[in-house]
């Protein structure tokens, strides 16, 4: 069975600031990884996502995560904050097949 | 390419009421999927299409809720009647015959209160 758990429903930076966001996974099998956001009012939207190879994947507006299989973990980063970045983050594993099983969301809130 | 289209974008209705949410996927995509997301929580699977065929509507409360994809391109989904725990935004997704997850598109939801 598959499941995520998303470390802190509200994170608040400051702008310029390292971001950090951090999940951690449950997977039966060799899982696939990602991360979306979601806009107020809009869909999700794909940041980046791990398959195989390289654990360290890098995704769009200066977003990277790690897949640490020894962790369990899937942590996303971004070395410094923007006022765009706010926004709800979520992560989802996949079984490699159809279906995502995505956490609860972490919000994330960047100050001036 | 065009997204995944969602229509309403909003609907407020009364308890015991019914409502129709339509959903039309990327062109050529032969699997679609229906999501609920719940305001705190994240998106949960409703329904997999494959075509035209059901391939997994185990987390359908199917007393009131229904969906169908009669002809493998646009679908709908219903609930009849809703309750105020139906409050939440019902996502639509497709994906490729091969993309599985790799290959989703979210639509941008319809966002429903029940009242």
């Known amino acids: 069975a598959q499941s995520v758990t998303q470390l802190g429903s509200h994170v608040s930076v400051s702008e310029g600031a390292l971001v950090l966001l951090r999940c951690n996974y449950s997977?039966?099998?060799?899982?696939?990884l990602f991360w979306y956001v979601q806009y107020p009012n809009q869909g999700l939207q794909l940041l980046l996502k791990?398959?195989?190879?390289?654990?360290l994947v890098k995704g769009i507006n200066g977003f990277e995560a790690e897949f640490k299989k020894s962790e369990t973990s899937f942590h996303l980063t971004k070395p410094s904050a923007h006022m765009s970045d706010a926004a709800e983050y979520f992560c989802?594993?996949?079984?490699?097949?159809?279906?995502?099983?995505f956490g609860t969301g972490t919000s994330l809130t960047v100050i001036p | 390419e065009a997204g995944v289209a969602q229509s309403p974008r909003y609907k407020i209705i009364e308890k015991r009421q019914s409502v129709a949410f339509w959903c039309n996927p990327i062109s050529g995509h032969a699997t679609l999927y229906w999501y609920q997301q719940i305001l705190g929580q994240g998106p949960k699977l409703l329904i997999q299409?494959?075509?035209?065929?059901?391939?997994?509507d185990s987390q359908l409360p199917k007393d009131r809720f229904s969906a169908e994809r009669l002809k493998g391109v646009d679908s709908t989904l219903k609930i009849q009647p809703a309750k105020l725990e139906d409050s939440a935004v019902y996502l639509c997704?497709?994906?490729?015959?091969?993309?599985?997850?790799?290959?989703?598109?979210f639509g941008s939801g319809t966002r429903l209160t029940v009242v």
């Open positions: 299409f494959q075509n035209n065929g059901v391939v997994d």
């Open positions: 791990y398959t195989t190879g390289a654990t």
């Open positions: 997977s039966s099998v060799p899982p696939y």
């Open positions: 997704a497709s994906s490729s015959w091969t993309g599985g997850s790799l290959g989703y598109t």
């Open positions: 989802a594993v996949s079984d490699r097949g159809n279906q995502f099983y």
